[in-house]
């Protein structure tokens, strides 16, 4: 069964840094780009960055985000992770991980990000 699970989240001041981790079973991290992604209360599910696992290049980033966040892989440990400096209140969400640029997994539980003074 394939399972994500994120972790890494928590509270932090503006400006502070957060790094994510997306832990993949059941073979799907060798065959697909992998994203991480946002829902903020009351808005819509929204892409954050994507990777391509092969060569682990960047495949995009939301123009929000661009600067601040950097998405990579540890293919030994089929992991994504996502660097979030200078963080901004407007970033706080649940973050959550999933194949791109089609979604095919059940969404896991989600990381939550809490960007407050």
């Known amino acids: 069964q394939v399972q994500l699970v994120e972790s890494g989240g928590g509270l932090v001041q503006p400006g502070g840094s957060l790094r994510l981790s997306c832990a993949t079973s059941?073979?799907?991290?060798?065959?697909?780009?992998m994203g991480w992604y946002r829902q903020a209360p009351g808005k819509q599910r929204e892409l954050v960055a994507a990777?391509?696992?092969?060569?682990?290049?960047?495949?995009r980033y939301a123009d929000s985000v661009k600067g601040r966040f950097t998405i990579s892989r540890d293919n030994a440990k089929n992991t994504v992770y996502l660097q979030m400096n200078s963080l901004k209140p407007e970033d706080t969400a649940l973050y959550y991980c999933n194949t791109y640029p089609r979604v095919v997994i059940d969404w896991g539980q989600g990381t939550q990000v809490t960007v407050s003074s």
């Open positions: 990777i391509a696992i092969t060569s682990g290049s960047s495949i």
């Open positions: 059941g073979g799907i991290y060798s065959t697909n780009a």
